[in-house]
């Protein structure tokens, strides 16, 4: 930990593959690479960390090849740290393919159909041959809304499983999170972080988040989690990802974020910008020859104009999906950056202040779609 600034804090992880400086956000390279964008684009934004997905890895290409090229890091080229989700997320979201019991969960792939089946063990065995700097518990996520009897037996699945992916670990150049689960239910979440803590992890996870939740119950299942989890030990949120959640989550002292968001936004033509949301497709863009945010300082904003990546875009152009996640990724690493220097600084009220207040304020002088 190098600062506090109210609950946030700006500290540093050290991995076998480089130094990672938090807050953090981590852009997701689901089957090995971060959409459109090249590792040397990512290294020029400068992203510390992203993350792969043990379940679609292990689909595709599968362990095997990962193993022959002594794993993801030089499969891909890509020389910094990885995180790797365990894969509980994408089989939640199997809901009507997998079933779930005390070994593991069964599930049919969502590329061919054919059956697999998960255990802890072999979730973390997957995860080493990886060879992911940070490596996460195997869990089951509830969907949302649940009931309590659910939420309880699920908890204590995920609890049973977090042992068991602790013991089956062998390589110790990895980090092992925990990943605390619950739904929004306050005493399981204290249940859940509780029990994490007396296992005994590297850092760890928030879960079971993003799932359609209000947002007052995303706050209060973080807040609850943070009260528990140690001081000195990264915290990371799953699946946050828009700008205005991860400023709410920093502020309450979450260190690590992940999200499909700036990629997937940027090739349904929608750019993040220090004044809210714009949305290139739109007409009023067809001859604006300002970029895409005066005050951001990317390779795209330095050299395109709003009608530019507007035809690029409208026409269907591969480079239109290039430069909009380019300058998504951008905007949510520079976010990460200005979070981390205001928790240095003191600052981080008054930043969390003016990030609202610009968007409002310039929203109509940009002829921005969305302000949040």
């Not at 949120?237 to 936004?265: K, N, Q, S, Y």
């Amino acid at each position: 930990m190098q600062a506090t600034d109210g609950q946030a804090r700006a500290g540093v992880l050290k991995t076998p593959h480089g130094v990672i400086h938090t807050p953090v956000f981590m852009p997701v390279g689901t089957l090995g690479t971060v959409k459109s964008l090249t590792p040397e684009d990512l290294e020029e934004i400068g992203v510390e960390i992203i993350l792969g997905n043990t379940y679609h890895l292990y689909l595709r290409p599968g362990p095997e090849l990962l193993a022959q090229f002594g794993g993801l890091h030089r499969f891909m080229h890509w020389q910094k740290p990885i995180l790797t989700d365990s894969g509980g997320y994408q089989i939640y979201s199997l809901a009507h393919q997998r079933k779930i019991r005390e070994e593991g969960a069964t599930f049919r792939s969502h590329i061919d159909g054919s059956l697999h089946f998960l255990t802890p063990e072999r979730v973390i065995e997957i995860q080493e041959i990886i060879g992911a700097d940070i490596i996460m518990c195997f869990d089951e996520c509830p969907p949302y809304p649940v009931d309590y009897a659910y939420a309880q037996k699920s908890l204590d699945l995920t609890l049973r499983w977090a042992k068991r992916c602790k013991q089956a670990k062998e390589r110790r150049d990895q980090a092992l999170f925990g990943i605390v689960q619950g739904s929004f239910f306050p005493d399981l979440r204290r249940k859940g972080a509780k029990a994490l803590v007396e296992i005994g992890f590297d850092g760890y996870a928030i879960g079971g988040l993003s799932v359609g939740e209000p947002k007052e119950k995303m706050w209060e299942a973080i807040e609850i989690s943070n009260e528990i989890l140690p001081a000195n030990q990264p915290r990371y949120a799953m699946g946050i990802g828009l700008p205005e959640d991860i400023v709410e989550c920093v502020w309450r002292g979450v260190d690590m974020f992940d999200c499909v968001v700036p990629t997937r936004h940027a090739r349904t033509g929608t750019l993040f910008t220090s004044f809210g949301r714009l949305v290139i497709r739109h007409a009023r863009y067809a001859k604006d020859e300002r970029p895409i945010d005066e005050n951001c300082n990317c390779y795209v904003c330095r050299h395109y104009s709003r009608a530019y990546l507007r035809h690029l875009f409208m026409n269907k152009e591969l480079l239109a999906y290039r430069l909009n996640s380019y300058h998504n990724i951008y905007y949510f690493i520079n976010l990460m950056r200005q979070l981390r220097e205001a928790i240095l600084n003191g600052c981080l009220a008054q930043f969390r202040k003016t990030f609202y207040e610009r968007r409002n304020q310039m929203k109509e002088e940009n002829n921005v779609d969305e302000p949040f």
